[in-house]
């Protein structure tokens, strides 16, 4: 459908779609002037901080590779020949740090790897026990949170269906959304400034992973938004194609003003409307329709 609309949604991750920083500085707790348990909030962040990293290096290769950390996954599939990983010993292949071609393979490699557990979710890489305990934290910290981490997701959900009726859709490849009711395509990217392996490791254990495909992450660390934000256009772009940016920071607000895209600033202050609970489809469909105008489709309807 040459007409059909595609709404690329660029997230944040740290105190947008997760809550994490916060809780580990207490500003979360400080922001509900004494209505929230700030020694609790940093206990919850400290439990996750320890589940991140070990699930990081113990099933993706993050001691190995931090310091080789790429902005996305695909980002040396040239150097990846194929070869049949199956038997591959990746603790004796002699892997340092990729500046040469060789090792820009090894590194390859393991991103291949990395794509497959990520495409595979955690129930096929952690046992009952660890799945237990990732259970209980995550509604812990929901519950801590008055349902921030369960509402986020609900809109990604939302969003993905272009619809407040996230059953009203059909996935297709590549983690992107058809919506059956008005024909348009609703893509979720994530721009994070964390390294790129931890941000997987995030978005499997708050559960975006279904949400959020591998290709569509990004790191920051090294390039900077404003660098992830021009490879997505180029990635996504024709001419109707919309792009919206959703964080808490100030660089992924300036990154979004300089490519002439709608951003909306969340707010971790609990009277705020663009934090969660409390952002909703409709917003972000205002925010779409005052750069693109309002097209007869979908983010305003109810």
């Not at 206990?43 to 320890?50: D, P, R």
């Not at 099933?59 to 599939?77: G, M, V």
């Not at 893509?187 to 569509?216: A, M, Q, W």
């Not at 003003?257 to 205002?286: C, E």
Request: hydrophobic residues 35%; glycine residues 6%.
């Amino acid at each position: 459908m040459n007409n059909q609309i595609t709404n690329v949604y660029i997230w944040d991750m740290d105190e947008t779609l997760i809550l994490l920083k916060s809780l580990l500085n207490g500003s979360y707790a400080e922001a509900f002037a004494g209505l929230k348990d700030a020694q609790k909030g940093v206990e919850i962040g400290k439990m996750w901080e320890k589940h991140i990293l070990q699930i990081s290096d113990d099933f993706f290769f993050y001691e190995q590779i931090e310091n080789c950390n790429k902005p996305f996954l695909e980002a040396l599939s040239k150097y990846d020949d194929g070869q049949d990983l199956s038997d591959y010993d990746f603790n004796q292949d002699g892997f340092s740090p990729p500046h040469d071609d060789l090792n820009k393979r090894k590194l390859a490699y393991r991103h291949r790897i990395i794509a497959n557990k990520y495409k595979q979710g955690l129930h096929n890489i952690l046992d009952q026990e660890m799945m237990d305990l990732w259970d209980a934290l995550y509604k812990m910290t929901d519950e801590y949170t008055d349902g921030w981490l369960s509402s986020a997701r609900a809109l990604l959900e939302q969003c993905l269906a272009g619809n407040e009726d996230p059953t009203i859709c059909n996935t297709v490849a590549g983690g992107v959304v058809r919506s059956n009711a008005t024909g348009s395509r609703h893509i979720n990217v994530l721009v994070t400034s964390g390294s790129l392996i931890p941000s997987l490791v995030k978005c499997l254990l708050f559960r975006l992973d279904n949400l959020i495909s591998h290709e569509n992450v990004y790191s920051s660390w090294d390039v900077g938004k404003l660098q992830c934000f021009q490879w997505i256009k180029e990635r996504f772009d024709n001419r109707n194609t919309r792009f919206c940016a959703i964080g808490d920071g100030w660089e992924e607000c300036e990154a979004a003003q300089a490519m002439n895209w709608p951003f909306i600033k969340v707010d971790l202050r609990p009277n705020s409307s663009h934090r969660f609970p409390g952002l909703t489809l409709r917003t972000v469909g205002f925010y779409f329709s005052i750069v693109y105008g309002n097209p007869d489709s979908e983010n305003d309807d109810d």
